[in-house]
Protein backbone atom coordinates (compact mmCIF):
# COMPACT_ATOMS: atom_id res chain seq x y z
CA UNK A 1 0.00 0.00 0.00
CA UNK A 2 1.18 2.99 -0.18
CA UNK A 3 -0.40 6.99 0.35
CA UNK A 4 -2.09 8.39 -2.25
CA UNK A 5 -2.51 11.69 -0.19
CA UNK A 6 -2.21 14.60 -2.65
CA UNK A 7 -4.27 17.47 -1.57
CA UNK A 8 -2.98 19.84 1.56
CA UNK A 9 -4.52 22.62 3.32
CA UNK A 10 -2.57 24.04 6.13
CA UNK A 11 -1.96 21.02 8.63
CA UNK A 12 -5.19 19.03 7.37
CA UNK A 13 -4.71 16.23 4.23
CA UNK A 14 -7.63 15.36 1.87
CA UNK A 15 -7.70 11.55 0.94
CA UNK A 16 -7.85 11.73 -1.99
CA UNK A 17 -9.52 8.39 -2.37
CA UNK A 18 -10.97 5.87 -0.53
CA UNK A 19 -8.41 3.29 -0.22
CA UNK A 20 -5.69 5.55 0.88
CA UNK A 21 -3.13 4.87 3.55
CA UNK A 22 -2.99 7.80 5.78
CA UNK A 23 -2.33 8.67 9.36
CA UNK A 24 -5.20 9.92 12.05
CA UNK A 25 -5.84 11.59 14.98
CA UNK A 26 -7.22 8.78 16.81
CA UNK A 27 -9.83 10.17 19.04
CA UNK A 28 -8.36 13.66 19.17
CA UNK A 29 -5.81 12.30 21.38
CA UNK A 30 -2.40 13.79 19.43
CA UNK A 31 -0.81 10.52 18.51
CA UNK A 32 -1.11 9.34 14.24
CA UNK A 33 -2.06 5.96 13.63
CA UNK A 34 -1.68 3.85 10.67
CA UNK A 35 -4.96 3.27 8.35
CA UNK A 36 -6.91 3.08 5.47
CA UNK A 37 -9.44 6.00 4.42
CA UNK A 38 -12.61 3.77 4.29
CA UNK A 39 -14.58 6.77 2.82
CA UNK A 40 -13.99 10.33 1.83
CA UNK A 41 -17.20 12.59 1.78
CA UNK A 42 -18.30 16.23 2.82
CA UNK A 43 -15.29 17.59 4.29
CA UNK A 44 -14.98 13.96 6.52
CA UNK A 45 -12.65 10.67 6.19
CA UNK A 46 -13.60 7.35 7.65
CA UNK A 47 -10.54 5.61 8.65
CA UNK A 48 -10.08 1.67 9.51
CA UNK A 49 -7.18 2.34 11.44
CA UNK A 50 -4.04 -0.88 11.29
CA UNK A 51 -5.54 -1.98 14.55
CA UNK A 52 -8.77 -2.86 13.35
CA UNK A 53 -10.59 0.56 15.52
CA UNK A 54 -12.78 2.25 13.08
CA UNK A 55 -13.36 6.50 13.13
CA UNK A 56 -15.08 9.18 11.06
CA UNK A 57 -13.01 12.45 11.54
CA UNK A 58 -12.82 15.83 10.01
CA UNK A 59 -9.80 16.26 7.46
CA UNK A 60 -8.13 18.35 10.00
CA UNK A 61 -7.41 14.92 12.07
CA UNK A 62 -6.11 13.38 8.68
CA UNK A 63 -2.68 13.47 7.23
CA UNK A 64 -0.32 11.86 4.92
CA UNK A 65 1.22 8.50 5.61
CA UNK A 66 4.65 9.12 5.55
CA UNK A 67 6.12 6.34 7.58
CA UNK A 68 9.76 5.03 6.15
CA UNK A 69 12.79 3.87 7.38
CA UNK A 70 14.31 6.22 9.78
CA UNK A 71 10.96 7.87 10.95
CA UNK A 72 10.67 8.15 15.41
CA UNK A 73 7.85 6.38 16.25
CA UNK A 74 6.05 5.37 19.68
CA UNK A 75 5.25 0.96 19.30
CA UNK A 76 3.33 -1.01 21.74
CA UNK A 77 6.12 -3.03 22.81
CA UNK A 78 5.39 -6.95 22.58
CA UNK A 79 1.81 -5.60 22.72
CA UNK A 80 2.33 -5.38 26.61
CA UNK A 81 -0.07 -1.96 26.92
CA UNK A 82 3.46 -0.13 27.21
CA UNK A 83 4.95 2.69 24.64
CA UNK A 84 8.69 3.09 24.07
CA UNK A 85 9.87 5.27 21.18
CA UNK A 86 12.28 4.08 18.48
CA UNK A 87 13.25 4.04 14.89
CA UNK A 88 11.39 2.50 12.06
CA UNK A 89 14.35 0.27 10.98
CA UNK A 90 12.45 -2.52 8.33
CA UNK A 91 8.84 -1.39 6.48
CA UNK A 92 6.84 -3.75 4.54
CA UNK A 93 2.84 -3.15 4.23
CA UNK A 94 2.26 -3.53 7.70
CA UNK A 95 5.08 -5.35 9.09
CA UNK A 96 7.38 -3.04 10.64
CA UNK A 97 10.90 -3.36 12.19
CA UNK A 98 11.69 -1.50 15.33
CA UNK A 99 15.21 0.02 16.90
CA UNK A 100 13.95 0.85 20.11
CA UNK A 101 15.85 3.59 22.01
CA UNK A 102 16.66 1.66 25.02
CA UNK A 103 18.51 -1.07 22.33
CA UNK A 104 16.11 -3.64 21.85
CA UNK A 105 14.42 -4.43 18.90
CA UNK A 106 10.95 -6.06 17.53
CA UNK A 107 9.18 -7.11 14.53
CA UNK A 108 5.32 -6.03 14.97
CA UNK A 109 2.91 -4.84 13.27
CA UNK A 110 2.15 -0.60 12.18
CA UNK A 111 -1.44 -1.05 14.52
CA UNK A 112 0.90 -1.19 17.29
CA UNK A 113 2.84 2.17 16.50
CA UNK A 114 2.56 5.42 16.59
CA UNK A 115 3.47 8.81 16.18
CA UNK A 116 3.43 12.80 17.76
Do not use: H
Amino acid sequence: MTAGIIALSGAAANAQTAGDWVLGNYKGAGYWFPGIAEKVQGGKVTIRYDDGDRETVGLNAVRPYDWMIGTKVECNYKNAGNWYAGTIASLAGEKIGIAYDDGDKETTKTGRCRTR
